[in-house]
């Protein structure tokens, strides 16, 4: 009886502990206003004291090829990874994502761990590649998405022709939870329309909250005092039109990632941002149930699990240990017990557990579904490893993407090829870039995102592994993942293409094709394989 009670006392207090936590990444095209947003966010959360003090996680164009420029930007994106803060009894957890293109690949790794995102959009561009990209990520896992559409303050677009943009090329339903009343220099505020409330604008850096009244009849003659004739009128117009036009808000929509809430506001202004995050807290997602390749795994599972989406080389070249980021899908994890890796033939026991709140890293003790912990790890750990207590579990999710450029790797000291080889092992393990192999493994191909990270691998290769390697340019248009039902087709065609076919890090057969031409060609004669774009299919 007793032990019926603790258990059932344990179980209570599991849910408790996931249903407070939110868990959510911020997308943008680079310069909308992610780190201004976040920086307000954590302002909000007390996890922060003062404007500033959250670094730009962005990696510009022109530090490319300055290294320590980007050697110290590595150091600052660790810190600021996953900031978790305490927001009116919920723990959020706000995990970064690179903004610059060619990380892109971190980006979309990191996507697997959140259950929700806020998505910036500038006011004055409107959509942008690299939000279109991204989003094509949310919609691979049905990702509940909040817009925010950004700088107010500035002549922006029409908000009708936002709303409209959003919907065209993100191929998602939006539905409006504020409205903005002028916009620029004239800029008068936001009308929530979640909760009936008018949100006046007073351009400053440093305001901590915004000045919020309640409004609930909008032909309130009081409407006019505040915002004058014009926009008052504007306002009710553009409120019935959204009323008339859009359904009502359904979050069970929205949780399902079919519709799009969206508000207006201005991050460097704090405006419009404690409002997103009250809406944000009330009705974005706690942690859920995930997929394992053997079942579904549901959080409120008393046993641990859990998976490594992120791994960073620490700063130290002499030392090599590394922080594996790891998000918790279930029960509780907690430091020092001994945990199974599929691929470890023993359990790993993690003494060293850090996590990230804000500004200091501590050493914890356990965590809950939702969170993310830092382990450090000599070697043990790649990207997409499970974690478990006990039972064999794969969690699913972290695709490769097909690169868009590819170099042969040249090996330019042959006396350092064991380090070279283990070098490119570990950064592959990071995730850094893709590789591929021909001929049994004797001719290697790297293949990326974007030309930065050549670069990278060549200045880590040196600096921490002392081995010597230059890049060949290889005319490659894409790495398709090949399988059939037919294995005999399969055989054949990996005999005909030979000099196609490589295998990527998985020992999976990829077909490298030169062209889209060709590749369509190639499809075409060969109806009975599959290609695939990722490596999860
Ligand atoms: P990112 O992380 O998405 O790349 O964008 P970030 O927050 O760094 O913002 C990019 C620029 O946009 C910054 O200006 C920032 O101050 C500005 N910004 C952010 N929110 C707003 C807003 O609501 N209104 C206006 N007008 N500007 C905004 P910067 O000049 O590049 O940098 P800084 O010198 O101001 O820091």
Redesign the pocket.
């Known amino acids: 009886m007793h032990l019926a009670i603790k258990g059932a006392r344990r179980k209570m207090s599991l849910t408790k502990e996931i249903q407070r936590r939110k868990t959510f990444g911020i997308i943008?095209?680079?310069?909308?206003?992610?780190?201004?947003?976040?920086?307000k966010l954590l302002l909000f959360g007390g996890a922060i004291k003062t404007a500033g003090a959250v670094k730009?996680?962005?990696i510009d164009t022109h530090a490319k090829s300055d290294w320590m420029e980007i050697e110290k930007q590595r150091g600052i994106s660790v810190a600021t990874s996953v900031m978790g803060f305490e927001y009116k009894g919920n723990k959020i957890n706000l995990l970064d994502t690179p903004?610059h293109q060619d990380f892109a690949e971190d980006t979309y790794r990191t996507l697997t761990a959140v259950d929700s995102v806020i998505m910036?959009i500038?006011c004055v561009k409107g959509v942008e590649i690299q939000t279109e990209k991204l989003m094509e990520v949310c919609r691979m896992r049905n990702t509940p998405v909040i817009c925010f559409i950004?700088?107010?303050?500035?002549e922006g677009r029409d908000p009708y022709d936002l709303l409209d943009e959003v919907e065209d090329k993100l191929n998602i339903k939006v539905r409006p939870l504020s409205w903005p009343i002028s916009m620029g220099k004239t800029f008068k505020g936001v009308y929530n329309l979640y909760n009936k409330s008018l949100n006046l604008f007073r351009p400053s850096q440093r305001k901590l909250a915004d000045d919020i009244m309640a409004i609930e009849d909008l032909s309130d003659s009081k409407l006019e005092d505040l915002v004058g004739d014009n926009n008052a009128n504007q306002l009710r117009e553009d409120v019935e039109l959204i009323e008339g036009v859009y359904p009502e808000f359904d979050k069970g929509a929205y949780l399902r990632g079919e519709i799009a809430p969206v508000f207006f506001?201005?991050?460097?202004?704090n405006?419009g941002v404690q409002e997103m995050l009250d809406t944000f807290i009330d009705i974005a997602p706690s942690p859920k149930s995930r997929h394992a390749e053997e079942r579904e795994v549901s959080p409120e599972e008393d046993k641990f699990s859990g998976f490594v989406f992120k791994i960073h080389a620490n700063m130290d070249p002499n030392h090599r240990n590394r922080i594996a980021f790891l998000r918790i899908c279930s029960g509780k994890f907690e430091r020092n017990k001994p945990y199974k890796s599929m691929r470890a033939p023993k359990p790993l026991r993690f003494s060293n557990v850090t996590s990230f709140m804000a500004q200091d890293k501590e050493i914890i003790e356990e965590a809950f579904p939702g969170d993310i912990v830092g382990l450090y790890d000599t070697g043990n750990l790649k990207i997409g490893d499970s974690l478990s207590d006990g039972e064999s579990l794969t969690f699913r999710g972290i695709p490769s993407f097909s690169p868009e450029i590819f170099r042969e790797v040249i090996n330019k000291d042959a006396m350092k090829t064991k380090q070279l080889e283990k070098g490119l092992k570990q950064l592959m393990e990071e995730g850094v870039a893709q590789l591929f192999t021909f001929d049994m493994g004797s001719r290697k191909v790297i293949g990326t995102v974007g030309q930065l990270q050549f670069e990278v691998i060549q200045f880590r290769l040196k600096n921490e592994y002392n081995a010597t390697v230059e890049f060949a340019p290889m005319n490659l248009y894409k790495a398709c993942w090949i399988s059939s039902n037919d294995k005999k087709q399969l055989d054949e065609f990996v005999r005909s293409k030979n000099r196609h076919i490589a295998y990527d890090k998985e020992g999976k057969l990829v077909f490298m094709a030169e062209s889209r031409a060709w590749l369509q060609m190639v499809q075409d004669n060969y109806p009975d394989i599959e290609f695939h774009f990722t490596s999860e299919f």
Not at 28 to 39: I, N, V
Not at 265 to 269: H, L
């Open positions: 943008s095209h680079p310069d909308a206003g992610k780190t201004t947003l976040t920086e730009s996680n962005k903004g910036v500038d950004n700088k107010l303050d500035r506001g201005s991050a460097v202004n405006f």
